[in-house]
């Protein structure tokens, strides 16, 4: 059975910081790209960040940038966000994801680029709330 499971959300002050999981089992993340995906309430689900299989090579969201930070351990088969100077503006569901296929995470430009059809396993999410 494919899991890919989620925590290190919860409620922090602005410009804090919290350090999200994201821990698969029945799959390998190894040969694949994950994503970072955060959906508001109200709001279409938006793509955060993404991480290729080859060489940790990263990619953010404009919104992001500078203040998160992708990482893998393929050992333990699990993918992390850190996120810092975190903002009201930054609460929403986070969700992890698998490819379909090893993709670049960008476009032919090199910069971030990661629709959701591209990925086939999900996490159910975890809630981080920015807020005083």
């Known amino acids: 059975q494919v899991q890919l499971v989620e925590s290190g959300g919860g409620l922090v002050q602005p410009g804090g910081s919290l350090k999200l999981s994201c821990a698969a089992s029945?799959?390998?993340?190894?040969?694949?790209?994950i994503g970072w995906f955060r959906q508001a309430p109200g709001k279409e689900r938006e793509g955060v960040s993404c991480?290729?299989?080859?060489?940790?090579?990263?990619y953010y969201a404009d919104s992001v940038k500078g203040r998160f930070t992708i990482f893998r351990d393929n050992d333990k088969n699990t993918v992390y966000l850190q996120m810092n100077s975190l903002k009201p503006e930054d609460t929403a569901v986070y969700y992890c994801a698998r490819s379909v296929v090893d993709i670049s995470c960008s476009d032919v430009s090199g910069i971030y680029y990661s629709p959701t059809h591209e990925y086939d396993y999900w996490g159910q999410g975890t809630q981080v709330t920015v807020s005083s």
């Open positions: 991480i290729r299989s080859s060489a940790g090579y990263a």
């Open positions: 029945g799959v390998t993340l190894d040969y694949y790209a």
